[in-house]
């Protein structure tokens, strides 16, 4: 079956640095999401992705969907304690169900 | 427009006990996803369901665990005989569409607690 899965696991940064998780399919994708998670919170959704080779942009967050649509990335610019959480992203190809990764966990030391 | 509602949020259960957990879709959503997470792990898919169907039951326990969205009211999650190995947080998650396509809405979850 189809796999998604997500590096690094775990990301420590100090406040102001950049920080990038990846995410990897088995299979070619026809859209990827992104979902952060706040510590005791729950998944919300942050951006879909479609099209081969896509980037979008949220303020400081930069989402990017590869060339093959296997892969993508998200990268969040000069991090702040606002960003601490742990980030998923979650594939979906035809005939199957939305994928998600394990998720990256971002922790910014002040 | 309310969003998906879980209850309880908080619910402790003595092993060998039953856990049922309810999940209300956002208004006009009728697919719904349960999934369970770990303390300090990801998001690991159950089941999907839409209205009296179970569409994929795929990551489901084979023995007690069950769940079922009726015609009428919440999903329901149910864990019969609990063990502490169940303890996680069980979220659900609704959609407008079955595609995979579809934004997922999520609810804040309920945290069980098998003591």
């Known amino acids: 079956g189809q796999q998604v899965m997500q590096i690094p696991q775990y990301q420590h940064v100090q406040e102001g640095e950049d920080f990038t998780t990846y995410c990897n399919s088995s299979t070619t994708l026809s859209n990827i999401q992104w979902y952060k998670q706040r510590p005791g919170g729950h998944p919300v959704f942050l951006i879909q992705l479609v099209k081969s080779g896509e980037v979008k942009k949220q303020k400081r967050l930069t989402f990017q969907f590869g060339e093959a649509k296997k892969n993508s990335s998200l990268h969040i610019t000069a991090t702040q304690t606002t960003d601490v959480g742990t980030y998923f992203c979650a594939g979906g190809a035809s005939g199957s169900r939305l994928t998600f990764g394990e998720g990256t966990q971002l922790t910014v030391n002040p | 427009n309310a969003g998906v509602m879980q209850n309880p949020r908080h619910l402790v259960r003595r092993r060998g006990q039953e856990a049922r957990l309810r999940c209300s879709p956002m208004?006009?959503?009728?697919?719904v996803y349960w999934y369970r997470q770990l303390p300090e792990e990801g998001l690991k898919f159950m089941v999907y369901l839409q209205k009296e169907n179970i569409i994929d039951e795929s990551g489901m326990p084979k023995e007690r665990f069950s769940a079922e969205f009726p015609k009428e009211g919440p999903s329901i999650l149910r864990i019969q005989q609990v063990v502490r190995g169940d303890s996680a947080a069980y979220f659900c998650a609704s959609s407008l569409l079955g595609d995979q396509n579809t934004e997922a809405f999520f609810g804040q979850g309920t945290r069980l607690t098998v003591v």
């Open positions: 208004k006009g959503h009728s697919h």
